[in-house]
């Protein structure tokens, strides 16, 4: 079954976000102990596929069994080091360091990343909805104000 409130956390944002807050333009979260309580690689039994994360196996058949893969329009299991792989999702990408949102399970990730200009949080003990307000409250601070448009003054008017 899916972590109990991630699938309704993420149906919810599904229409945008309240408040008027901006949205971050990718979001990426770690797998193990961030959206499931244990490593794929090493926690798993059969039907599910072990691997280290350059085997996507067993975390693919979670993502489909969780129903996450209905959210998701890019997934990508990256067998390295985090500063490697958002370098790597901002070329493909051509998102911004700025417009992205981290969630990760481990400290020493979301320091690494951060210091890119990405938004990160830390997630101790799963994924929940205090923390995806907390994560897009503190994007949102991190956003530099949208430029007010210039408009010029009506024509006859000083």
């Known amino acids: 079954?899916?972590?109990?409130?991630?699938a309704g956390m993420l149906e919810g944002q599904r229409g945008g976000f309240g408040g008027g807050l901006p949205?971050?333009?990718l979001w990426v979260l770690a797998l193990d102990y961030t959206l499931w309580p244990f490593w794929v690689d090493t926690h798993v039994d059969p039907p599910f596929q072990r691997g280290r994360t350059g085997e996507t196996?067993?975390?693919t058949q979670l993502l489909e069994l969780f129903?996450?893969?209905?959210?998701?329009?890019?997934?990508?299991?990256?067998?390295?080091?985090k500063s490697a792989?958002?370098?790597?999702l901002q070329q493909d990408t051509g998102v911004?360091?700025?417009?992205?949102?981290?969630?990760d399970?481990?400290?020493?990730n979301i320091r690494d990343v951060s210091k890119l200009g990405v938004t990160c949080v830390l997630v101790p003990n799963g994924m929940t909805q205090a923390l995806l307000t907390q994560g897009l409250e503190?994007?949102?601070?991190?956003?530099?104000?949208?430029?007010v448009p210039h408009t010029a003054p009506p024509q006859g008017a000083e």
């Open 57 to 59: 196996r067993g975390a």
């Open 23 to 25: 949205a971050p333009c």
């Open 1 to 6: 079954m899916c972590p109990p409130t991630l």
């Open 138 to 147: 503190a994007f949102a601070r991190s956003c530099p104000p949208a430029p």
């Open 105 to 108: 399970d481990e400290e020493r």
């Open 85 to 88: 792989h958002f370098h790597r």
């Open 96 to 103: 911004p360091f700025a417009q992205m949102l981290f969630f």
């Open 67 to 81: 129903g996450l893969h209905s959210f998701l329009h890019r997934v990508e299991i990256y067998p390295g080091g």
